[in-house]
């Protein structure tokens, strides 16, 4: 589990993050949505160590990440994996070895385990029979798996995914949501997702934090958002007139 404890982000004179506090609990994914220059993105590297608050606690079950010594935080960040918006695969490494990466990195095991491993990765995302191609020979779909073996290859504790579904069309959008569900599930995973998806939030929303002008404005799951009397995130959530109809339809039942 993760738990961020009254986290505050100044940039100089501007105030970013007001006093977040939240839990994002393992074995569940955990999303965090909000208008664009709400701080979530803010949020998101302060949890990864990419920020450091200006005040305030995140903790990795338990262990205060922003008061751990350099070497610590080393350490803890091998318990990470991330999915970026871009995939940001290396164009130059095939699929296998974009994949091995960080085995080659930071794991102490033969070559062949690491092999192994990284077959096993992409076995489980399906993508076993394209490990000798490169990221350019394969669809967007297809490098956001890619880009999930790799972040697993590690067998993390914490995984973070910044707007995977970005660029990609709606039914390839579906199976990234229920992969990175099932595998969050499968391995019992703490996983935070930043994302602007509105069929993510309705689709695998089982924690939704809703951030506001920096501060935590609704929390709850995918069955309390359509039900929510919160205007501020009916209006972000069903800014569509055919969703709102979907939440009319669905409150008056």
């Not at 994996?81 to 974009?98: P, R, T, Y």
């Amino acid at each position: 589990m993760i738990e961020l404890i009254d986290v505050h982000k100044s940039f100089e004179e501007k105030e970013v993050l007001k006093g977040i506090s939240a839990q994002f609990k393992e074995g569940i994914t955990n999303l965090i949505i909000g208008q664009s220059g709400s701080g979530k993105t803010v949020l998101m590297r302060n949890i990864v160590g990419l920020l450091e608050p200006t005040s305030g606690k995140i903790l990795y079950d338990g262990r205060d990440f922003t008061a751990l010594p350099k070497k610590d935080k080393m350490l803890l960040r091998r318990e990470m994996g991330m999915i970026f918006q871009s995939a940001a695969l290396f164009d130059s490494l095939s699929v296998l070895e974009n994949v091995m990466f960080p085995l080659d990195m930071f794991s102490n095991d033969t070559y062949r385990d690491r092999k192994k491993r990284a077959e096993f990765c992409l076995d489980r995302v399906n993508l076993l029979e394209a490990e000798h191609k490169f990221p350019g020979e394969i669809s967007g779909g297809m490098q956001k798996r890619v880009a999930i073996a790799r972040a697993i290859a590690l067998n993390p504790k914490y995984l973070f995914c910044d707007e995977p579904n970005s660029g990609l069309d709606p039914k390839t959008s579906l199976v990234i949501d229920a992969l990175i569900h099932d595998i969050t599930s499968e391995y019992g995973m703490t996983t935070i997702i930043n994302t602007h998806d509105m069929n993510s939030v309705l689709g695998i929303g089982e924690n939704i934090i809703y951030i506001y002008e920096g501060q935590k404005e609704w929390e709850g799951n995918k069955f309390e958002v359509v039900k929510s009397t919160n205007e501020r995130l009916n209006n972000f959530v069903f800014a569509s007139d055919m969703l709102r109809q979907v939440k009319d339809s669905i409150v008056i039942k």
